[in-house]
């Protein structure tokens, strides 16, 4: 799999950004936010918030659930301590700087691991999912928002077109549902929902549910 981002161009733009970041991203991303947030609470109290940036989603979360944040980026996980401070939300039990390829945390640790707007930025996708599959617990689910690219047409190719300008600024243009489907056919996991949300549905909210020991009975039966 092509590694075109490396972690230091998304260190060094999310610093830049991370004065600024709630100002221009708060509302634009509400929508795929609140579908996330929702659907990762029907899996239980014990999430994960992968790429938690400056915690925008953790006031989301009711009493009751305890939420670990982990971000590469140290400057936006100091606008999420500064919220959580603030705010007093005793439902965050953690926030971590961390790479998503290389989670410290135990195998089977949380019912729910969520990414929003961050799977498209990490280099190698694939090892990141394979981590989130690695500590959801049997049965849970890795839910995801994000921006995803048209698989053909127009809007395709724009999307292609403007790939190394968005790579810049720490975004990335074209990455295509198919991924996300191929690497859950091979590690065991379905697909269950992808839903189109935001303006003109330029947002995708993608749940996966483990699926590993379910098969595992059904072919031992
Ligand atoms: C577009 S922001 C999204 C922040 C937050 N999830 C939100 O919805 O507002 C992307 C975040 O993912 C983080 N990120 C990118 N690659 C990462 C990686 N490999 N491991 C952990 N965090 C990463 C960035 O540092 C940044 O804070």
């Known amino acids: 799999m092509a590694k075109d981002i490396d972690l230091s161009t998304i260190t060094k733009a999310y610093a830049k950004w991370a004065p600024f970041y709630d100002a ?36 989301d979360y009711p009493t009751g659930y305890a ?7 140290k400057p936006m996980l100091d606008r999420a301590a500064e919220k959580i401070r603030a705010k007093n939300l005793t439902n965050v039990t953690g926030l971590c700087v961390m790479d998503a390829c290389r989670l410290g945390f135990r195998d089977g640790s949380f019912d729910a691991v969520v ?4 799977i498209t930025l ?11 599959a690695r500590v959801v617990k049997p049965g849970g689910e890795i839910v995801l928002v994000n921006h995803i690219g048209a698989e053909k047409g127009l809007l395709a190719m724009v999307e292609r077109a403007v790939a190394p300008l968005a790579k810049r600024v720490g975004w990335r243009s074209e990455f295509q ?5 191929a690497w859950a056919e091979g590690a065991g996991f379905a697909v269950v929902a992808a839903k189109r949300v935001g303006f003109a549905g330029f947002f995708t909210v993608v749940r996966l549910k483990d699926r590993r020991a379910a098969d595992a009975r059904a072919e031992a039966a």
């Open 122 to 132: 990490v280099p190698d996708a694939e090892a990141a999912l394979d981590e989130f």
């Open 115 to 118: 990414g929003q707007y961050m």
């Open 24 to 59: 221009v991203y708060s509302r634009i991303l509400m929508q795929g936010r609140t579908e996330a947030v929702r659907a990762a609470m029907a899996c239980g109290s014990d999430i994960l918030e992968v790429g938690v940036g400056t915690g925008l989603s953790l006031e």
């Open 177 to 181: 549902l198919g991924r996300i489907r």
């Open 67 to 73: 939420v670990t944040g982990i971000d590469l980026s």
